[in-house]
């Protein structure tokens, strides 16, 4: 009797051990047949389009080096498809990928919930206008739509003809981008990284260099797909006034003429971290291509016993600020320290104004409720969180901190965007990154992101 009871607690014990490690499928010899594909298409005509990115009036170019693209995965295991990709452009505002996700949900039947597109932030992109802008012209924001759709449409068409793929992870990290918000020897925060030479302190934060690196390859060993994440803003030098993807982007391009495949790149929790504008184009992109090529070469393949997203609505309020208190902070900085910029050769008022002008068009929204996304994808015991902003390094690495699973990372910018996410402290000192008119959210926000986004990792761990 004795025996009998110990042998039924050991195969209890060995079920629920498992059940813990994903390995129903084992036992039950169903492992899960993994398939992946993925695509890239050309946003038509950005190439002919004035440059965004700069603070008040849009720039002349001199046309485009590298184009600018939508990049997807989709992925299977026979009974759960998710999608995930980014676009090689500054924001996404959540009207517009609401729309697309439904069309992709009744056009390719992968799910709303399942799908999660973000930007890249990508600074040299060319100027976006609202999408509930019915007055203005929507050709570009059309051309971006048509591009998702068209690269959504040709990842799900090849992996229909597909077959079962291997999964290839490493954990690598880059040699680029760093705390930026560094305290300046009047006690400011830097925000113009080429001023960080005129005397400053120490950073404010964490940087978070981590270089994930997730690949899938059929059985002959051909690459299909690299995806990688890092948390860094995607900022060309602004010498370079041409349309381009950014050195995140170039490096993505220059990847799978390389390896092969499509490289898709997921921005991660980027707000207070920035690359210095005297750090050479080419240097930025050769240090992101050796991260990737460095941790690919060290992949090793990993089972996929499950594959699930989780797309949960999030309220948040519009924060209320003291606009006298708003336009001191920015008049301040702007006359001290603009005029020390190297490239930006800014007058300090067209700037100071141009910020006033968006808090007033923002002003409206004060104290108001709004509901945004945050999503978490799993891929076997891979997380991805995905954020509706510029979420802080100290944010980010909290998730990761916090999180159940091991490899867990943060996809900035994803299924809308909300402003820039500072912690606590990050409020208590100020800077361009706390000001109202790029911090729309009340300020606790990012921590309350933090703690839903921990929730709802710790439930999928629990049904792990």
Same mark, same amino acid.
């Given at each position: ?241 041409? $349309? @381009? !993807? ?8 220059? /990847?799978?003429?390389? &390896?092969? %495949?499509?490289?898709? +790149? ?95 068009? $923002? @002003? !409206? ?8 996304? /945050?999503?978490?994808? &799993?891929? %076997?015991?891979?997380? +991805? ?38 912690d606590d402290e990050a409020f208590n000192l100020g800077g361009y990154q706390t000001w109202a008119h790029v911090a729309f959210s009340e300020r606790g926000t990012g921590e309350a992101i933090v703690n839903e986004a921990v929730r709802i990792l710790n439930d999928l761990y629990q049904d792990y």
């Open positions: 009797m004795v025996r009998k009871a110990l042998k039924i607690a050991m195969i209890f014990s060995l079920i629920i051990s498992l059940a813990l490690s994903g390995g129903y499928s084992t036992i039950s010899g169903q492992k899960p047949h993994i398939k992946a594909a993925a695509a890239a298409v050309v946003i038509e005509g950005a190439a002919a389009l004035p440059l965004g990115g700069s603070l008040i009036k849009p720039y002349q170019t001199i046309g485009s080096d590298v184009p600018l693209r939508a990049q997807v995965i989709v992925i299977t295991d026979g009974k759960t498809k998710v999608c995930m990709g980014s676009c090689d452009i500054s924001l996404f505002n959540r009207d517009f990928l609401d729309e697309v996700g439904r069309e992709v949900e009744a056009k390719y039947d992968i799910p709303f919930n399942n799908i999660m597109l973000g930007a890249t932030n990508n600074h040299s992109a060319p100027v976006q206008i609202n999408w509930s802008d019915t007055t203005a012209d929507q050709t570009y924001n059309i051309a971006i739509k048509k591009a998702i759709m068209e690269a959504i449409g040709q990842a799900n068409e090849k992996l229909n003809n597909a077959g079962e793929m291997d999964c290839f992870f490493a954990l690598g990290d880059a040699t680029i981008g760093q705390n930026s918000r560094l305290v300046m020897d009047d006690s400011s925060i830097l925000w113009v990284p080429t001023i960080y030479k005129f005397g400053y302190h120490r950073p404010t934060g964490p940087y978070d260099p981590q270089l994930p690196v997730l690949a899938f390859k059929d059985k002959q060993g051909k690459l299909e797909t690299i995806i990688f994440n890092h948390s860094t803003q995607n900022i060309d030098s602004p010498v370079d006034r041409v $349309i @381009s !993807p950014s050195f995140y982007g170039k490096a993505a391009q220059k /990847i799978e003429k390389e &390896l092969g %495949g499509t490289a898709i +790149f997921l921005i991660g929790a980027y707000g207070s971290s920035n690359v210095f504008d005297d750090f050479p184009n080419s240097e930025r992109e050769f240090r992101v291509e050796q991260g990737i090529k460095k941790a690919y070469a060290k992949t090793e393949k990993r089972d996929i016993h499950r594959l699930v997203s989780v797309k949960k609505e999030f309220e948040y309020k519009c924060r209320t600020f003291n606009e006298d208190e708003q336009q001191k902070a920015v008049s301040d900085y702007c006359n001290r320290w603009l005029r020390e910029s190297t490239f930006w050769h800014a007058d300090p008022e067209q700037i100071i104004q141009s910020f006033k002008k968006k808090r007033d068009l $923002i @002003s !409206p929204l004060q104290g108001k409720t709004q509901k945004t996304w /945050i999503q978490v994808i &799993l891929v %076997g015991d891979i997380a +991805f969180v995905g954020v509706p902003g510029g979420l802080f390094g100290e944010l980010g690495m909290e998730i990761k901190r916090m999180s159940p699973f091991r490899y867990t990372y943060v996809v900035g910018l994803a299924n809308d965007f909300i402003g820039y996410l500072p």
